[in-house]
């Protein structure tokens, strides 16, 4: 996953964002917050840039203080294709199972994503 800082980039995100309102809204927020001196210290995180399949935003990692927070650990996730969200749900890099997190988003297909993920791994979902 590639951290998003340029202002130019993160500018160009948000208006690719607007354009597929209302499922974009739990990303939207922090995109912007990011992009207008990011007070909260998020990242924005996505697959490939320009053209993304997967946008991820997050508290940054030197932030998390209780690995056991769902709050402090919320993850906000839009994504283009169900494939995307697989790959990221599966990979380490991003998200962090030693972490309890909660993810957050609009579209169908979230819910049973993460469950699928998380049967295989034998992992607990509530």
């Known amino acids: 996953m590639l951290i998003l800082r340029c202002p130019a980039q993160l500018q160009l995100l948000e208006e690719t964002l607007r354009k597929s309102l209302p499922t974009t809204l739990p990303v939207l927020g922090t995109v912007m917050t990011v992009a207008r001196g990011n007070p909260a210290s998020h990242e924005v995180l996505v697959d490939s840039w320009p053209h993304f399949g997967i946008v991820l935003t997050r508290l940054c ?66």
């Open 61 to 126: 990692p030197e932030d998390h203080r209780d690995p056991r927070d769902y709050y402090t650990n919320q993850l906000s996730v839009f994504y283009r294709d169900k494939g995307a969200l697989q790959a990221l749900l599966e990979s380490t890099e991003a998200v962090t199972r030693g972490r309890a997190f909660q993810i957050l988003g609009l579209q169908d297909g979230l819910d049973e994503a993460v469950q699928e993920v998380a049967s295989a791994r034998g992992l607990k979902v509530e």
